[in-house]
């Protein structure tokens, strides 16, 4: 698990965008690219709050989820 959070944190979040749009056949535009990618730096942040938020070992899963 560490090796794959050291490999995220050091994508090319450009190069990224660029090949995910090439192989899902998208024409994104090169004026929307930069805001894309600050989309892409904005949820990386984000899932790494998650990701490194600890649960405790002796907590037990919610049989139905309730909001």
Request: hydrophobic fraction near 45%; avoid cysteine.
């Amino acid at each position: 698990m560490e090796n794959q959070q050291t490999e995220l944190k050091t994508i090319n979040l450009k190069t990224y965008v660029e090949q995910m749009a090439l192989l899902v056949d998208l024409n994104l535009q090169e004026e929307y690219i930069d805001g894309v990618v600050a989309n892409f730096e904005r949820i990386k942040n984000i899932a790494q709050l998650v990701n490194d938020f600890e649960l405790p070992e002796e907590i037990e899963i919610a049989p139905i989820f309730e909001p």
